[in-house]
């Protein structure tokens, strides 16, 4: 059983679009994340929600925006998107209090 | 603000080698720190995690140190295989966040 998912795995897409990437997690915890690598394969937070409430916001413009319909999903919306928007970008989910972050797979977001 | 320095930025050994990763954060006020390991197009997989109270973690052939108030943590992989090639993070957390390094990428020779 997949712990950590994201649908889709890769996301093929024009300037000036919109897109999102989804994320659900099994393992019952409660704060979910955001990050994105870039092609110098730097991870970044973006994002962090704990119980549906969003805790960090880095500096991520606000063509960005993260939404938690529950505990167990942190969807990405993407406003019209831009090329440096192309990177991999990675959910990941943890509870509180054993730190421990597990990891999805990677949505490869490529805007042409 | 954190900042985190994974050296060498690359490294290649033959099969059987001991592995030595290196990895620098500038703020030791960290609550854990934590390795990964990441294989291409894929996602990170969590080896050890280190609390800010403990001096190292041990897994099968891995071990890794932590020096908080040097702000350094050495992460050793013992009788390298082929199968240790990746790349391998090393992430601190602070608050609510991880900050990463640029990560280690090591290819082990058969």
């Known amino acids: 059983d997949t712990a950590v998912s994201q649908t889709p795995k890769y996301l093929v897409t024009q300037m000036g679009n919109d897109k999102s990437i989804k994320c659900e997690q099994n393992?019952?915890?409660?704060?979910m994340y955001w990050y994105k690598q870039d092609s110098k394969k730097f991870l970044k937070i973006m994002f962090s929600y704990n119980n549906k409430e969003l805790i960090i916001n880095e500096t991520v413009p606000n063509r960005f925006s993260p939404k938690s319909p529950d505990k167990a999903h942190l969807n990405l919306h993407i406003n019209s998107l831009e090329l440096g928007d192309s990177a991999v970008y990675f959910c990941?989910?943890?509870?509180?209090?054993?730190?421990?972050?597990?990891f999805g797979p990677g949505t490869r977001l490529t805007v042409l | 603000k954190q900042e985190v320095t994974q050296i060498p930025a690359a490294l290649s050994v033959p099969e059987g080698e001991n592995l030595v990763l290196n990895c620098s954060f500038t703020?030791?006020?960290?609550?854990?720190l934590q390795w990964f390991r990441q294989d291409p197009g894929k996602g990170l997989t969590s080896l050890l995690l280190?609390?800010?109270?403990?001096r190292e973690q041990t897994s099968g052939r891995l071990n890794a140190s932590l020096d908080k108030s040097s702000g350094r943590s050495t992460l050793y992989i013992a009788a390298s295989q082929p199968g240790d090639s990746a790349t391998y993070l090393c992430a601190v957390k602070d608050d609510y966040k991880l900050s990463f390094g640029a990560g280690t990428t090591v290819t082990v020779r058969a």
């Open positions: 990941a989910s943890s509870q509180e209090g054993t730190h421990t972050q597990y």
């Open positions: 280190i609390q800010s109270s403990q």
């Open positions: 393992l019952g915890h409660d704060t």
């Open positions: 703020d030791s006020a960290i609550y854990n």
